[in-house]
């Protein structure tokens, strides 16, 4: 079955301590980004990846970082995590930038 | 259409009614356009999606217009069902990013 895995799917912890979400897809795509989803704010793009070991920021890099160093993962890192961060995240992939989205269930992160 | 501040507007349609969703964008150059719904606990899925060099293009039961003089996107769903309720988002490529608005519930009267 063709899909984007995200995990954990829910995780809490505390200011400072350093996190990571991964993110998998099984369809072979080469356009791989992060999202985060705040009330009335809709989705905010995170960092992007065009292709292996390419990555750039999207609106809300701060505090975030990604690795692309193969095509099907794309992990998303906070080293010291705030509670700012606390959030729902979205991994999602495509084919390529102009093409639709995959999206995996989300990651609902709590930082205390 | 898209909200601001802290309230996602809700629109609010009779079964089996004619859905209308908006969307202004701010980008001229924007070239590429897509819709999403969200059910909730879920990720967003793809409805469709309209480049630029179009004015309309239509899937099953939905209809997506786009207006570039006044950078104007909506979508349409025809015969809304009770699975239609969900949010529903906009979004535009820009500068090799993709921007979402942020979004309108659709709530379907009984």
């Known amino acids: 079955e063709a899909q984007v895995t995200q995990n954990p799917r829910y995780l809490i912890t505390v200011t400072g301590k350093k996190l990571t979400v991964t993110c998998s897809q099984n369809?072979?795509?080469?356009?791989m980004s992060w999202y985060r989803q705040d009330p009335g704010l809709g989705l905010r793009q995170i960092y992007y990846s065009m292709n292996v070991e390419v990555t750039d920021k999207g609106d809300v890099p701060e505090g975030y970082k990604v690795s692309r160093k193969e095509k099907r993962n794309f992990p998303l890192i906070l080293e010291s995590p705030s509670p700012n961060q606390t959030s729902l995240y979205f991994c999602a992939s495509s084919w390529g930038l102009e093409n639709e989205q995959y999206f995996g269930p989300g990651t609902r992160l709590t930082v205390t | 259409g898209e909200s601001v501040g802290l309230h996602l507007p809700t629109l609010s349609v009779q079964e089996g009614d004619n859905s209308i969703i908006n969307c202004a964008y701010s980008?001229?150059?924007?070239?590429?356009f897509i819709w999403y719904k969200q059910e909730s606990g879920k990720g967003p899925q793809f409805i469709i999606d309209?480049?630029?060099?179009?004015d309309k293009r239509q899937g099953q039961r939905v209809t997506v217009l786009l207006n570039k003089t006044v950078k104007h996107l909506s979508l349409q769903i025809a015969a809304t069902q009770p699975g239609d309720s969900a949010v529903y988002f906009c979004a535009e490529i820009r500068d090799d990013k993709i921007i979402f608005g942020k979004g309108t519930r659709l709530h379907i009267l009984p």
């Open positions: 369809m072979n795509h080469e356009y």
């Open positions: 309209i480049r630029s060099n179009m």
């Open positions: 980008n001229s150059a924007s070239d590429y």
